[in-house]
Nanobody, 115 residues
Framework: QVQLVESGGDLVQPGGSLRLSCAAS????????MNWYRQAPGKQRELVAT???????YYADSVKGRFTISRNNAKDTVYLQMNSLKSEDTAVYYC?????????WGNGTLVTVSS
């Protein structure tokens, strides 16, 4: 079993920055993908960013150039650095681990972008 715990969500003004963290515990091995998803009120959950175990990254077009996903393997932690935040970035952000056929989710952390 793998447990994922997100942190770092907060209220921030438009144009501001936040860094989200996702701490993983349990057995993580082999090839895997760590993902950040978000779900805004009344909308479907959408993929924001991905980092594969070998380091390749992927970003949704809506966050490209503003968000950066990274990881600290020693701490089993994945980060999402969010810059130039917009009101439309307001959402609950979820960490997700895909490992083989297993999928794990965290409970989410709320990001509110508002003046």
């Amino acid at each position: 079993q793998v447990q994922l715990v997100e942190s770092g969500g907060d209220l921030v003004q438009p144009g501001g920055s936040l860094r989200l963290s996702c701490a993983a515990s349990g057995r993580i091995f082999g090839i895997y993908a760590m993902n950040w998803y978000r779900q805004a009120p009344g909308k479907q959950r959408e993929l924001v960013a991905t980092i594969i175990s070998h380091g390749r990254t992927y970003y949704a077009d809506s966050v490209k150039g503003r968000f950066t996903i990274s990881r600290n393997n020693a701490k089993d932690t994945v980060y999402l650095q969010m810059n130039s935040l917009k009101s439309e970035d307001t959402a609950v952000y979820y960490c997700n681990l895909a490992q083989g056929i297993a999928i794990y989710w965290g409970n989410g952390t709320l990001v509110t972008v508002s003046s």
